[in-house]
C-alpha cells in the first residue's frame, strides 16, 4: 500500500497564501468572543501501510483503504487565538490501527497476490500529542461581529509525537491464539550483526500532522465541526512491515526459545494461507514489504468546542462587574 495524502500540503499552502494577500481590517478580526477554546473529537481512524489493500499494486491514499478495518480514535485539544485568523492548537488523541492481508479479495488473481499470499496482520494503539497552527481564510471576509452562525473552513499543520506497539496473533500447537508484541522478535533483522544497516526502531516516533476542516457555530461560545487530519511519519515500522525475509535460523541464535518460535510463524505467514504447498521458510531476500514509503494514519474527526470569554471582552467586564466588591 502507499501512504500520501495528495493536495493537502496545497491546501495548507493557498491558505496562507490568501491570509497575506488579504486586508486586515475586517471587522470580524476584532471579535471579543474568546481568545481560548477546548473541545473533544472523535471519528473513525485508518491505516496507510504494507499491509492489507485491494487489487493490482499497491496505490496511493483511497485505493487501498480497507473499510472494514476501521478504528475508532479519540481526543482533547486546547486552542488559542492571538487574532480570529490565526490559532494555536495542542491536542492529545488516542485511538487504534490494523492491517490485515487476508482481507484482500483474490478474485483477480494479480500483483494483489503477493499480499495476499504474504497474510500477515497488526493491530496497535496510538497515542499521540502535538501543537499545530490553524489558518482561517475566510475571517478576512466576513461581515459581522460574533461567531453565532458562522462557517470558518480552515487548514491546520504541525509538529508532534506518537507511540505505538505491533502486535500479532500467535497460534500455539493447540490452535489458541494470543497477541504478541511484535518489536522484539525483530522479524526483520533489527539489531542483528548480519544486518548492521537495520537498527531496532522505537516505538516512539515523530508525526507532522496536516489537514483541513470547518467549525460551525451554533452559538458565540459553541461550535460543532468535522476535520480531515492526515499524519505523516518517518518511520514504516508501524505495522512491522517494512524490508524482506531474513535468514530463519537467525531467530534462535538472537531470541530465545520461545520468542524463536513465534518469530518463525509471524514473519512469514504463507502457508497458514496456502495449506503448506511452499517450503517451511521463504528465500532469503525475497521481498517482505515496501521499504520505498513510510507508514502513515489519518482520521476523521468530528469536533465540539467551547470558546472561553476572554477576560477583557464585553462579556468578561460584564462578569466582573456583577461580582462583589469584596473580590475585586
Known amino acids: ?71 475508532f480514535s479519540k481526543g482533547l485539544f486546547l486552542n488559542l487565538y492571538p487574532a480570529e485568523f490565526i490559532g494555536f492548537r495542542v491536542a492529545f488523541n488516542q485511538g487504534k490501527l490494523t492491517g490485515d492481508d487476508a482481507i484482500i479479495s483474490d478474485d483477480k488473481q494479480g500483483e494483489e497476490q503477493f499480499r495476499k499470499q504474504r497474510n500477515l496482520e497488526f493491530r496497535t494503539n496510538i497515542w499521540e500529542a502535538y501543537g499545530a497552527i490553524e489558518f482561517y481564510p475566510t ?22 509525537a506518537f507511540h505505538f506497539n505491533p502486535q500479532a496473533r500467535y497460534y500455539d500447537g493447540s490452535g489458541n491464539a494470543t497477541w504478541v ?43 460543532v465541526g468535522l476535520e480531515v487530519l492526515h499524519r505523516k511519519t518517518f518511520t514504516d515500522y508501524i505495522d512491522n512491515v517494512s524490508k ?22 509471524l514473519y512469514y505467514r504463507e502457508n497458514r494461507y496456502t495449506g503448506g504447498t511452499r517450503p517451511p521458510f521463504p528465500y532469503v531476500g525475497e521481498q517482505r514489504g515496501d521499504p520505498k514509503q513510510n507508514d502513515a494514519y489519518f482520521s476523521t474527526i468530528f469536533k465540539c468546542g467551547w470558546r472561553l470569554n476572554d477576560w477583557n471582552s464585553p462579556n468578561g467586564r460584564a462578569i466582573r462587574q456583577l461580582r462583589c466588591p469584596a473580590y475585586y
Open 244 to 265: 524482506d525475509y531474513i535468514d530463519a535460523n537467525l531467530f534462535d541464535k538472537y531470541l530465545s526459545p520461545q520468542q524463536s518460535i513465534m518469530a518463525k510463524q
Open 1 to 71: 500500500m502507499r501512504t500520501t495524502v495528495p493536495g493537502v500540503r496545497t491546501l495548507v499552502l493557498i491558505s496562507i497564501l490568501i491570509i497575506s494577500l488579504s486586508p486586515a481590517k475586517a471587522q470580524s478580526i476584532s471579535t471579543g468572543n474568546g481568545k481560548i477554546e477546548v473541545g473533544l473529537g472523535l471519528g473513525p481512524m485508518f491505516f496507510l501501510g504494507d499491509l492489507g489493500g485491494h487489487y493490482g499494486v499497491g496505490k496511493r491514499f483511497i485505493k487501498d483503504l480497507n473499510i472494514p478495518l476501521t478504528q
Open 181 to 223: 508484541d511484535l518489536q522484539p522478535l525483530r522479524l526483520e533483522g533489527q539489531g542483528m550483526a548480519e544486518y548492521p544497516t537495520r537498527p531496532q526502531y522505537s516505538l516512539t516516533q515523530y508525526e507532522v500532522p496536516m489537514g483541513i476542516g470547518f467549525k460551525y457555530f451554533l452559538k458565540d461560545n459553541f461550535y
Open 139 to 160: 475571517v478576512f471576509f466576513e461581515q459581522y461581529d460574533g461567531l453565532k452562525g458562522k462557517l470558518r473552513p480552515y487548514g491546520v499543520i504541525g509538529f508532534g
